[in-house]
């Protein structure tokens, strides 16, 4: 889970930001202008330009304990140790991109085994574990490869699916038997 806090005095940032990290596995402490500045350490850092001058935001940038720090901005100041300045107006999945590059969280997100599993699949392979326990072995019988692909998608978080099969196309069709409703 990646630890952010974020320094904002706008409900349409708040939205955005909130909008852009749905998919990712996060906790989100949002700090407004009232608020005492928490003591935690975090893995992300986010201040909008508009929580206060260049002076609050430069101490922000030093005071907070952040392994990333983004900085929200409708100017092209620059401020030593920020991670990255995104320039406003920008689109949720800007900052998603952002995020998943600062976090490295695609390489999180899927092991070695489960990239492999992937291509195995797509390659028309069928998935096979290294241990299989009896039970697993009679409900794979009793289902059909198309079927055991769809349980092991369903079981995966749509994000490791996303990530997976970016850039690929696929196509299925579904042919009933004749006289089976």
Request: negative net charge.
């Amino acid at each position: 889970m990646v630890e952010i806090i974020l320094f904002n005095s706008s409900s349409l940032i708040s939205e955005l930001i909130l909008l852009a990290l749905e998919n990712i596995d996060s906790n989100i402490v949002e700090i407004d202008s009232n608020q005492p500045i928490p003591k935690d350490s975090y893995d992300l850092l986010i201040i909008d330009d508009s929580y206060g001058d260049s002076s609050d935001i430069g101490l922000l940038i030093e005071r907070i304990d952040a392994k990333h720090k983004i900085l929200l901005s409708s100017s092209e100041d620059i401020f030593d140790g920020v991670t990255k300045t995104l320039l406003k107006p920008f689109l949720p999945k800007d900052i998603e991109k952002i995020v998943e590059d600062s976090m490295d969280i695609s390489s999180a997100i899927l092991d070695l085994d489960e990239i492999q599993s992937i291509k195995d699949i797509l390659d028309g392979e069928l998935l096979t574990a290294p241990t299989i326990t009896k039970k697993e072995k009679k409900k794979r019988e009793k289902s059909s490869e198309v079927e055991y692909l769809l349980q092991e998608l369903l079981s995966m978080k749509s994000k490791k699916i996303k990530k997976i099969l970016e850039g690929v196309k696929i196509n299925i069709s579904i042919e009933f038997p004749r006289g089976e409703k």
